[in-house]
């Protein structure tokens, strides 16, 4: 069973505010993602991380920045949020000593902008 | 672009078929490639893993196979239950990254 948690499940906000989503994994994991996913379309990678102190930008662009202070948490903030930002945020990790690659994912934030 | 195809994109079926969803992928030089279950409003439940080495792996009602070679993989669930009702999904990783299918949608019903 995957220990990784995300906060809130559900968000619904006004054009312009601030916002971070909450992603943490109990499990040791030194690799952490965040994926973006828009209703009946494909996954896409907009963030990741190695370890402590390293981020990268994914596939698609994105206007939200990631951080890895410690570990098990890797938040994901967007300054002024906007309607195109209505989408599913997943986030995910790997690095186990039983499979290195195997990602798990929580459980989601699904994120409206009105 | 490294694309990842899912067919059929939804599929609806009686309990207790056999079902097999395809998976084909355009980069044969794969790391491996994951099958997830997504259902609906929620996140992903990692199924089976297939390392590039392997052919196959089996885990209770469900064997996802990899053929490297033709750029596919299968997944075959048995005797299906209305319980597997949900978004099928592969990826295959590129490095560290995941390259994901848009999915297969199944139902299935009593």
């Known amino acids: ?50 370890g402590v102190n390293s981020t990268e930008k994914g596939d698609l662009s994105s206007e939200s920045t990631v951080s890895r202070i410690r570990t098990e948490h890797f938040p994901l903030t967007l300054e002024s949020a906007r309607p195109s930002h209505t989408s599913q945020y997943l986030c995910a990790s790997s690095g186990g000593l039983r499979n290195s690659y195997e990602q798990y994912f929580g459980p989601g934030t699904r994120l409206t902008v009105t | 672009k490294q694309e990842v195809t899912q067919i059929p994109a939804a599929l609806s079926v009686p309990e207790g078929e056999n079902l097999v969803l395809n998976c084909s ?58 319980g597997d009702s949900a978004t099928y999904l592969c990826a295959r990783r590129d490095t560290d990254k995941l390259i994901f299918g848009t999915g297969t949608r199944l139902q299935v019903f009593p």
């Open chain 1, 1 to 50: 069973e995957a220990d990784i948690y995300q906060t809130p499940r559900y968000l619904v906000i006004g054009t312009g505010k601030k916002i971070t989503l909450e992603c943490s994994q109990t499990m040791g994991h030194d690799k952490m993602y965040w994926y973006q996913q828009d209703p009946g379309m494909e996954l896409h990678l907009i963030h990741y991380s190695y």
């Open chain 2, 25 to 82: 992928f355009t980069d044969s030089a794969i790391y491996n490639l994951q099958w997830f279950r997504q259902d609906p409003g929620k996140g992903l439940t990692s199924l089976l893993l297939i390392q590039s080495s392997q052919r196959e792996q089996t885990s209770g009602r469900l064997n996802a196979s990899l053929d490297k070679s033709s750029g596919r993989s299968t997944l075959y669930i048995a005797a299906s239950q209305p």
